[in-house]
């Protein structure tokens, strides 16, 4: 079972080591010390919060009553527009992520996109790529 240190469970979450300490300090994350002592939290745990932080974001603003099929919803801000007579490439930073859509002109023109201001990427695929880091060299050293 993968567990993971502080520092890269605050990157995968994309908030502060503070912010783990904090949820471990409130029994909100289970932190088990590993074999050199440091605190680990355990894979699965962490991805059952992250579960949970996404769906309470997921529901914040949304409250429309209208069902959606896309589960994948990336909210950010606008940090780029390039239109020409017909279509748009719009960029959102979204936390660590960068989302790039193509769209019309004049889609990009009736939503008010321009940088700085908040959208959500709603994104539907077909193809999907997983894919995982190299594996970890076990026993604690780096």
């Known amino acids: 079972m993968p567990h993971y240190r502080i520092s890269e469970a605050a990157e995968l979450l994309g908030v502060s080591d503070d912010t783990v300490r904090r949820w471990v300090d409130d029994g909100q994350l289970k932190a088990v ?13 962490l991805a059952r919060h992250a ?17 959606r099929s896309a589960r994948n919803r990336f909210t950010g801000l606008v940090t780029r527009v390039v239109a020409d007579g017909v279509m748009a490439q719009v960029e959102l930073q979204c936390g660590p992520y960068r989302v790039v859509s193509l769209m019309s002109s004049e889609a990009a023109t009736e939503l008010g996109l321009e940088p700085g201001s908040l959208a959500t990427a709603v994104v539907k695929a077909t193809n999907v ?3 995982t880091p190299p594996a970890r ?4 050293k780096a």
Do not use: C, F, H
């Open 33 to 45: 010390p590993d074999p050199v002592g440091r605190k680990v939290v355990d894979g699965a745990a």
């Open 51 to 67: 579960q949970a932080l996404a769906a309470r974001s997921a529901t914040q603003g949304r409250d429309d009553g209208v069902g």
């Open 129 to 131: 790529i997983v894919e």
């Open 137 to 140: 060299p076990r026993g604690g």
